[in-house]
């Protein structure tokens, strides 16, 4: 095995200078996801075979161009075989292996681990190789050989707000926080509720108008009624539509004189649902109509909605295949939300690019028209489902890639062969090429090159090239992990250095033990201290920076050490931090100064910075105020203004980001506090390196610990990559105009990425400069040049052709919501440091009654103005923009910082993980026993509205990031009992554990929320919510369809909407 790297690092005379691949070559080459690859060569010179080949699992669509051809070695495995190093762990059992490519007939079914869906768990215990994540263990989650014991009930109980001592302090370390056998809860949050009152108002109550929406108020008619003949007694809410394209409509029915509060606003009993006791809730309807009705406007007369027959997400419970071409033609991808399997025919998969609209508008105006935009989301590195081909593996040699000689576009399987294959037009600027001579192929009958089934890059919309030293500034870097923790007092004192610390020891010992593999570690409070870890020494030698202005590195060489030589050193002294600043009564914070000092120590390298902070950073380079104490008269000066406290306080950390990621060092800050932080101001870091921010507020050392664990965990060995530049390239006629996400951008064409994931998706949008001709297609192509972390330099190639169109019906049909919601979500986060809340609140619902006007106007075959109409494929997107508008980010009555992780937190979101974090999933839990043999694990989901929480359930609400469980105040106490193992709500423990007892609720329970981590890829927080109490009130501010004092009810945002329309149309 040739590896294109010398394995010993650091190598000396590496020159610090220009390290961004970028600034010395041209900008516009670029492209190991160390998953599921495989290799092939074309024929060629045979010498270049830099990797050993092996089996790889067989691809879940059989008909392997591959499986013919034989010039072509075989395919290395599912990628570990590519790598110089393994990882601990046993292959995945999901992964069945061949010895050589499949040659069977094809599988029409799913493959066999389908079942275990998308292939995601954070890690637990041994992790899988990158990217190929087991599923969970069945019942506790075992984090550590010493986790696996019963679960002790914790004996501290700290309180979330206390600066009591950890924990951790007690003696519980060695061996780290006791991980909970499935989750955590967390005690009520200390924070006032978001809403200042009942979601529910009573009747009586005044309502306030949707913001930034003075129609509202004023021309309303008479109540009103939306009723739905067309489709409620026939299709109900299992499936809505007949068509697949099909128009929704509800019509306006004239019903003067009608009552306010049709009975038929009780809840419907889908679901599973028990029927509610008929005394219990408010209709969500007749207060709003009540007040319109007192407004006396009048526009076309009462009219009703019928709640049960609104739009909802409805899951699909079935995998869905997706074909990316056929017939030679892009289809619309399946929701991103849903369970999918890709096979790739020529289009890359959605999961990887997906377009606002699957069909391109041939000119600018159309686009104008459609009041659609259009924007990819790109997320390079995305996690391929378990059952998937692998990404193929391309070397083309010394010569690198065929590319364009004018745009520098990858070849792809829509560059068009001539004039019998000696030249190939580029499907991106038009350009006629000569073909290099050792690639040229004569062209069949059917006008392809004969061989274009057999090469990868001539027939399929993702592959990966093997990178030429011309991809190269330097040999690949290492992959360096530096590790910085706070223990100031505050952080000593809640447990968050322990539990750092704890997480730190575990999850390194996860990390492969390849010579490329690289750690350092240091702390700080108001000096920064460094610990030599070289073997040869007793004990780590602790080195300290007592100057935070003019910061400065000791002994360069030894504080990043190779983890092979270090790894026992390194264990005993995390073990050793907690007890020795025990007594640390420094209350001072110099990170941007040991975040710096950390740069000094990496920066020949380059690599991963994790921080670990916990007070607000008050001295040495990048201080901050407590600005939030004056910023509060700023909220209470209302929405009007811009709030300055939702942006950076200065520019310092700025600067130094920028310089962070020109030298190639990616940052992730890890914030387990428990005040505030200005998360505004630090997340500039991480944003501008390709990293991010895990919050974990309140801290709580017992119920943090095993998510900052994971987090950590899942941070380190997910699929990623190093060095990275990429760029979008698309058809002429389109032109980009932004990118959006964390990185550094420093030309106007490319994005610098220190660091990239399988998680992080960049947004980019495009506008027309040209016009298409009707029947062509315009392609777009995202090329990720990046560095694996086993040192290879790989090129990861991305095609996406789209037809073009002339008619506006084909853009709505083509629509996809989850990206069209995305894209308003990601504007939104962009917006809100600089615009004030109610002109994005506005902007936003704007931009969903410009779509649906558009549709309205120029698509529905409906003339009566009585009528609502939804295109069927954005016909949720009025209930994910009021999701939206009544978000943490857009909501005024949140905290600032909490806001503020919002806007860093959606800015890299990914697509499939933007609806959960608005519009989050409910279920029912009290009668999971009783529900009829289903096989999904996750129980039907529930509207978000209260009318379905009843006082006598227990429900359960996961947004992707958090998960509440929420205790009705007469909630059966054999339920209860069963659940938590008390008999009453009041008896269940603030601090409580969710454990798994022996009986088939707690295991169901369990299984679920086991399921929904590994959905999620994530360790949701835990947080026990009960009525009456603040902790409830949180709940309920999740209620999305509720009407609240801030917003609209679902059902009035739809007559608001509505409304909207008719005046446009007027
Ligand atoms: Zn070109």
Request: charged share 15%; glycine share 6%.
């Amino acid at each position: 095995m040739a590896s294109p790297v010398p394995p010993r690092v650091p190598r000396p005379g590496y020159g610090p200078p220009n390290l961004n691949p970028n600034l010395q070559r041209t900008p516009d080459y670029l492209s190991d996801n160390m998953q599921n690859l495989q290799i092939n060569r074309p024929p060629g010179p045979p010498s270049a075979m830099p990797y050993s080949s092996g089996p790889r699992p067989p691809p879940p669509f059989a008909n392997s161009p591959f499986s013919s051809s034989s010039s072509l070695t075989p395919p290395m495995s599912s990628y570990p075989a590519a790598a110089p190093v393994s990882r601990p762990g046993p292959p995945p059992s999901g992964f069945p292996r061949a010895a050589a490519p499949p040659t069977g007939p094809p599988q029409s079914s799913p493959a066999p681990n389908l079942a275990s869906g998308r292939p995601s768990v954070p890690p637990f215990s041994q992790p899988p190789p990158f990217g190929l994540r087991a599923a969970p263990p069945q019942g506790p989650f075992p984090s550590a050989p010493s986790m696996t014991g019963p679960i002790p009930q914790p004996s501290i109980v700290q309180g979330a707000m206390s600066n009591g001592p950890s924990v951790f302090s007690q003696g519980t370390l060695p061996g780290g926080p006791r991980f909970p056998s499935a989750g955590i809860a967390q005690q009520p949050p200390v924070v006032p509720p978001p809403m200042a009152s009942s979601p529910r108002a009573p009747p009586g109550q005044s309502i306030r108008p949707f913001p930034g929406s003075p129609p509202y108020n004023a021309p309303l008619g008479a109540p009103s009624q939306l009723a739905p003949p067309s489709f409620a007694a026939s299709q109900g809410m299992q499936s809505p539509m007949a068509t697949p394209y099909g128009s929704q409509m509800w019509q306006m029915q004239s019903r003067p004189g009608a009552p306010l509060i049709p009975s038929s606003a009780q809840p419907p009993r889908m679901y599973g649902m028990p029927p509610p006791p008929t005394n219990q809730h408010l209709p969500p309807v007749p207060p709003i109509m009540g007040h319109m009705s007192a407004s006396g406007a009048s526009i076309t007369g009462p009219s009703k909605i019928d709640p049960n027959q609104i739009p909802r997400p409805i899951p699909s419970s079935s995998v869905i295949l997706f074909e990316t071409r056929q017939n030679n033609q892009a289809g619309t991808p399946p929701s991103a939300t849903s369970d999918f399997m890709v096979k790739d025919t020529g289009n890359c998969s959605p999961r990887y690019m997906r377009c606002t609209i699957n069909q391109i508008p041939c000119s600018g105006d159309l686009l104008t028209t459609s009041s659609m935009q259009l924007a990819l989301m790109v997320q390079p590195l995305a996690l391929p489902h378990p059952s998937e081909e692998p990404i193929q593996i391309v070397d083309f040699g010394e010569g690198g890639p065929v590319r364009c000689s004018r745009c520098k576009g990858y070849i792809n399987p829509f560059m068009k062969f001539i004039d019998q294959g000696r030249r190939f037009i580029c499907n991106l600027c038009g350009f006629t090429d000569e073909t290099p001579r050792d690639y040229h192929c004569n062209l069949g009958p059917d006008g392809r090159r004969r061989d274009a089934d057999e090469r990868p890059e001539l027939c399929r919309g993702t592959v990966e090239f093997v990178a030429t030293k011309e991809y190269m500034v330097r040999e690949p870097m290492p992959a360096v992990f530096f590790f910085i923790i706070d223990v100031s007092m505050n952080a000593m004192q809640t447990g968050a250095t322990a539990a750092a610390c704890s997480a730190i020891s575990q999850a390194i010992a996860d990390l492969p033990e390849s010579p490329r593999t690289m750690v350092g570690i240091a702390t700080f409070d108001s000096t920064i201290h460094f610990y030599n870890l070289k073997r040869a020494l007793q004990q780590p030698l602790m080195l300290i920076v007592p100057d935070i202005q003019d910061v400065y590195t000791p002994l360069e060489t030894d504080v990043i050490v190779q983890l092979a030589e270090c790894r026992q050193h390194l264990e005993q002294l995390l073990e050793t931090i907690p007890t020795m600043f025990q007594n640390n009564r420094v209350v001072d914070s110099a990170f941007g100064a040991a975040i710096k000092a950390a740069f000094l120590a990496m920066k020949s390298t380059g690599g991963r910075l994790l921080v670990f902070q916990s007070v607000l950073p008050s001295v040495g380079i990048g201080a901050l105020s407590a600005r939030e104490a004056e910023g509060r008269t700023n909220v209470s000066a209302g929405e009007k203004e811009v709030h300055k406290l939702l942006q950076p306080a200065d520019k310092t950390l700025k600067t130094m980001a920028i310089e962070l990621a020109e030298y190639q060092v990616c940052v992730d800050i890890f914030i387990t506090t428990q005040t505030y932080m200005d998360i505004a101001s630090i997340s500039v870091v991480p944003r501008t390196t390709g990293g991010q921010v895990y919050y974990y507020y309140p801290f709580s050392a017992l119920s943090d610990s095993a998510k900052l664990y994971n987090d950590l965990r899942w941070n380190i060995s997910r699929p990623q990559g190093l060095e990275a530049v990429m760029r979008v390239r698309c058809s002429q006629g389109l032109q980009l105009q932004e990118y959006s996400g964390n990185f550094c951008k420093r030309i106007p064409t490319d994005v610098d990425l220190p660091g990239i994931d399988c998680d992080k998706t960049i947004m980019v949008t495009f506008k027309h400069d040209d016009k298409f001709q009707e029947g062509s297609e315009c392609a777009f192509q995202c090329a990720l040049l990046y560095t694996t972390v086993y040192g290879q330099r790989r090129i990861r190639v991305h095609t996406l052709s789209l037809q073009c169109t002339t008619v506006i019906s084909n853009l709505f049909r083509s629509a996809d919501l989850d990206t069209q919601f995305t894209c308003f979500l990601k504007q939104a986060g962009n917006e809100i440091p600089t615009t004030p809340l109610y002109q994005i609140r506005e902007q936003i619902t704007n931009l969903c009654i410009n779509v649906l006007h558009s549709y309205r106007k120029f698509c529905a075959t409906v003339s009566s103005s009585g009528q609502l109409i939804l295109p069927e494929g954005l016909k949720l997107l009025p209930l994910y923009t009021l999701a939206l508008v009544k978000s943490i980010g857009l909501r005024t009555d949140g905290r600032i910082d909490d806001r503020s992780y919002w806007v860093s937190h959606v800015s890299s979101l990914s697509t499939p993980l933007v609806v959960p974090l608005v519009y989050p999933r409910m279920m029912a839990i009290h009668n999971l026993v009783s529900k009829e043999a289903d096989e999904s694990i996750i129980p039907p989901t529930i509207p978000l509205s209260s009318e379905y929480v009843t006082d006598d359930g227990i429900f359960l609400l996961e947004s992707g990031e958090d998960c509440f469980i929420y205790v009705g105040n007469m909630a059966n106490s054999d339920i209860l009992l069963q659940i938590f193992g008390v008999p009453s709500v009041d008896e269940i423990p603030t601090q409580f554990v969710l454990k798994q007892y022996d009986n088939e609720l707690s295991k169901k329970l369990n299984n679920v929320v086991n399921e929904i981590r590994r959905q999620r890829c994530s360790y949701l927080r835990l947080r026990l919510c009960k009525k009456g109490d603040p902790s409830g009130m949180l709940f309920f501010s999740y209620m999305i369809e509720d009407k609240t004092p801030g917003g609209l009810s679902y059902v009035e945002f739809l007559v608001h909407v509505h409304r909207q329309i008719q005046t446009k149309m007027a």
